[in-house]
């Protein structure tokens, strides 16, 4: 790599990046030891007179697993169940004995894993965006094409620099996050393997990766300040949305019967006991892939005539109106739940309307400056002809 280029690049990024890894890294520690002292609360609450005050005074109508059970059974109960990393809910009928249907599966839970996902997806967004929107707006960029280097090797430089770090110490993080968790509490409430603790790791790790690299594509090819932001925060918002919409459409157009709503998180953003599936890492890691090639190429060929535009790259309007025109129905359409076929019920005219409605409103975003060139020159044919006559 270009050494002047990194100097100029570290100096610009450098520190923020410094301090962002820190925090991160930071943050996962700060909410391990949270996580710990919580646990440790708990168990000191259940050691304690009141809580034997408090379990005596719940009835067996009150809550249905005490049926049949003495006070040191309820309190062998309850200890299992809330100093346990991870536990199942369980359902009871009306007469207070345990549902025990396979067909209804209980999911796994955890009080003592919060890894808050939403702000960490959030930060990791904003910073794959602004990677390239913010030199952009700045004009940052006119000053790095004429340092005599390529684009390209501006784009893996810059990619270089800031998302190694970022994603290192997310990584760093979780690992943290996990040792501290594990260590802090007794081994035999524990339960879950070293293995499924990395593949949780690795499998969040990628999700987060994901997200990075979309947010960096989208702050590459856009160039609005409203509808940017609005974009990548947007998809970003959806996608998991999107995922059920294909998996219910998949069901509907296929004719397949269904008993149950699609709504399962597709990505595994936190650490948890459910079965890791390699689905999720697979297109995690390919599509990122995808688009980091697919950026070096675009980035390449990059000109400062469309820096206020929605798409800098007129190669992509007419595939993002496509994708808008496919994207948005499915998503209003069948990201609610799963249409049974056999009801009757056709989702059909709604798709055609949302996707009518989504086809024009895109077209005029992406291709506004040729609609208004196209107005004006039908305006001005017009009053030529009102003069002429």
Same mark, same amino acid.
């Given at each position: 790599?270009?050494k002047?280029?990194?100097?100029?690049?570290k100096k610009?990024?450098? %520190?923020v990046?410094?301090? +962002?890894?820190l925090?991160?890294?930071?943050?996962?520690?700060?909410?391990?030891?949270n996580d710990?002292?919580?646990?440790k609360?708990?168990e000191?609450?259940?050691?304690?007179e009141q809580?034997t005050?408090?379990?005596e005074?719940i *009835?067996?109508?009150d809550?249905p697993?005490?049926?049949?059970? *003495? %006070?040191?059974?309820r309190?062998k %109960?309850?200890?299992?169940?809330? %100093? *346990?990393l991870f536990?199942?809910?369980? $359902?009871?009928?009306d007469?207070g004995k345990?549902?025990?249907?396979?067909?209804?599966y209980n999911?796994?839970? @955890?009080?003592?894993?919060?890894?808050?996902?939403?702000?960490?997806l959030?930060?990791i967004? $904003?910073i794959?965006f602004?990677?390239?929107?913010?030199d952009?707006?700045?004009?940052?960029?006119? #000053?790095?094409?004429?340092?005599g280097?390529?684009k390209?090797?501006?784009?893996?430089?810059? #990619?270089a620099?800031?998302?190694?770090?970022?994603l290192?110490s997310?990584?760093?993080?979780?690992?943290?996050?996990?040792?501290?968790?594990?260590?802090?509490?007794?081994?035999?409430?524990?339960?879950i393997?070293?293995?499924?603790?990395?593949?949780?790791?690795?499998a969040?790790?990628t999700?987060?990766?994901?997200y #990075?690299?979309?947010?960096?594509f989208?702050g590459?090819v @856009?160039?609005?300040?409203i509808l940017?932001?609005?974009?990548?925060f947007g998809?970003c918002?959806s996608?998991e949305?999107?995922?059920?919409?294909?998996?219910?459409?998949?069901?509907?157009?296929t004719? +397949?019967?269904?008993?149950?709503?699609?709504?399962?998180?597709?990505?595994?953003?936190t650490?948890?006991?459910e &079965?890791?599936? $390699?689905? &999720?890492?697979?297109?995690?890691?390919?599509?990122?892939l995808?688009?980091f090639v *697919?950026?070096?190429?675009?980035f390449?060929t990059?000109?400062?005539e469309?820096?206020?535009?929605y798409?800098?790259?007129?190669?992509l309007k007419?595939?993002?109106?496509?994708a808008?025109?496919?994207?948005?129905?499915?998503?209003?359409?069948?990201s609610h739940?799963?249409?049974?076929y056999?009801?009757? $019920?056709?989702?059909?005219?709604?798709?055609?309307?949302?996707?009518?409605?989504?086809a024009?409103i895109?077209?005029?975003?992406?291709?506004?400056?040729e609609i208004?060139?196209?107005?004006?020159?039908a305006?001005?044919m017009?009053?030529?002809?009102?003069?002429?006559?």
């Open positions: 790599m270009n002047q280029l990194m100097t100029i690049l610009r990024y450098g %520190l990046l410094v301090i +962002t890894s925090s991160i890294i930071l943050f996962y520690g700060y909410n391990g030891i710990v002292n919580h646990w609360t708990t000191k609450y259940y050691n304690s809580y005050k408090d379990l005074k *009835s067996e109508h809550d697993r005490y049926q049949g059970l *003495s %006070l040191n059974e309190k %109960l309850n200890e299992e169940e809330g %100093l *346990s536990y199942q809910t369980n $359902a009871y009928d007469s345990l549902i025990t249907d396979p067909k209804n999911p796994y839970f @955890t009080i003592y894993f919060n890894e808050n996902p939403l702000l960490l959030a930060i967004v $904003a794959g602004f990677m390239f929107f913010v952009l707006k700045t004009s940052f960029n006119e #000053f790095l094409f004429s340092l280097v390529s390209r090797r501006i784009y893996f430089s810059k #990619f620099l800031i998302s190694v770090p970022i290192t997310l990584l760093l993080g979780k690992i943290l996050f996990v040792s501290i968790i594990t260590t802090g509490i007794p081994a035999e409430y524990v339960n393997s070293i293995m499924e603790l990395v593949a949780n790791v690795l969040s790790w999700t987060y990766m994901f #990075f690299f979309i947010a960096a989208i590459l @856009t160039g609005n300040i940017g932001p609005l974009t990548v998809f918002i996608f949305f999107f995922i059920t919409a294909v998996v219910n459409a998949w069901y509907y157009f004719k +397949t019967t269904s008993d149950y709503f699609i709504t399962n998180k597709f990505f595994v953003y650490v948890t006991k &079965p890791i599936s $390699a689905l &999720p890492i697979t297109l995690a890691v390919i599509v990122s995808l688009l *697919s950026g070096s190429y675009l390449s990059l000109t400062l469309n820096k206020g535009k798409l800098l790259f007129d190669t007419i595939p993002v109106i496509i808008m025109t496919i994207y948005v129905p499915l998503v209003l359409v069948f739940g799963y249409y049974n056999e009801t009757g $019920a056709s989702p059909i005219p709604s798709l055609l309307i949302y996707g009518i409605i989504t024009l895109g077209s005029y975003l992406v291709l506004k400056k208004h060139e196209l107005i004006n020159r305006k001005q017009n009053n030529t002809s009102n003069v002429k006559s």
